[in-house]
Structures are given as structure tokens and as C-alpha cells.
């Protein structure tokens, strides 16, 4: 049975830099970005300008194929929100692009629920 803390208190660990600092006070994004968005990094954290920061670097690396807001924000350990005003920074300044992803946003085609509906029918 696992180790069960003795309050709630135990449950709480502190960032020693708060997120609002991270995102220069601001709570939004510029672009629209969902925890489904898909990211690819569009330059390398090695080729990237020397004004770009420690954090954005770290983004930056998780970037060097394409991957999810969420997936993104487990690795960094950062609530999403947080790392959609980053990111948001990251696109305007062109360093991270979104990737399309336009098979998911028409949904199947007529001709897969078409087999879908005929095989629910011979069930």
C-alpha cells in the first residue's frame, strides 16, 4: 500500500518562481492552442538567437519533432495554460510553427462512415 502524506500540506510543492513571472504577467495567448495543438520546432535550441531565454530553450528542445501542448507541458512540468502564452511568444517570434492538421479538423471521410454504418448493421 502506498505511503499515504500525513496532511494536504504535503501534497504542496513550491516553484520558486512563480508562474506569472514566467509568462511577464500576462494570462493569454496570442494564438488559439489546445492541449491537442501539435508543435514543431523550427529552429534548433543550439541555432536559436541569443536572446532567447533559458525557458524558451527548454521549449525548444522538447520541439525537435512535432509534439502535443499536454505532452509538452508534462515534460516541462507546466500547466498548459502557461506554456500556451510561452509558446504563443515562441510562433510570434518564429521559432516554433503549428502544425496543420487538416485530416483531423474535416473528420472521416463519407466513405469510412459508410463501412463504419454498413459493419454496425451486419452486427
Given at each position: 500500500m502506498p505511503d499515504v502524506p500525513d496532511s494536504a500540506?504535503?501534497?504542496y510543492v513550491d516553484h520558486p518562481i512563480r508562474f506569472y513571472v514566467r509568462t511577464?504577467?500576462?494570462?493569454?495567448?496570442?494564438?488559439?492552442l489546445t492541449p491537442a495543438t501539435?508543435?514543431?520546432?523550427?529552429?534548433?535550441p543550439s541555432a536559436?538567437?541569443?536572446s532567447v531565454g533559458?525557458?524558451?530553450?527548454?521549449?525548444?528542445?522538447?520541439?525537435?519533432g512535432v509534439i502535443?501542448?499536454?505532452?509538452?507541458a508534462v515534460h516541462l512540468g507546466q500547466p498548459v495554460s502557461v506554456l500556451a502564452v510561452i509558446v504563443s511568444d515562441m510562433i510570434d517570434a518564429?521559432?516554433?510553427?503549428?502544425?496543420p492538421d487538416s485530416d483531423a479538423a474535416a473528420g472521416p471521410s463519407r466513405e469510412t462512415?459508410?463501412?463504419?454504418?454498413?459493419?454496425?448493421?451486419h452486427l
Amino acid at each position: 500500500m502506498p505511503d499515504v502524506p500525513d496532511s494536504a500540506d504535503d501534497f504542496y510543492v513550491d516553484h520558486p518562481i512563480r508562474f506569472y513571472v514566467r509568462t511577464g504577467g500576462r494570462a493569454r495567448p496570442t494564438h488559439r492552442l489546445t492541449p491537442a495543438t501539435l508543435l514543431i520546432g523550427l529552429t534548433s535550441p543550439s541555432a536559436a538567437p541569443a536572446s532567447v531565454g533559458r525557458q524558451e530553450r527548454e521549449v525548444l528542445s522538447q520541439c525537435l519533432g512535432v509534439i502535443a501542448m499536454a505532452e509538452m507541458a508534462v515534460h516541462l512540468g507546466q500547466p498548459v495554460s502557461v506554456l500556451a502564452v510561452i509558446v504563443s511568444d515562441m510562433i510570434d517570434a518564429g521559432l516554433i510553427g503549428i502544425r496543420p492538421d487538416s485530416d483531423a479538423a474535416a473528420g472521416p471521410s463519407r466513405e469510412t462512415l459508410q463501412k463504419v454504418l454498413h459493419a454496425l448493421n451486419h452486427l
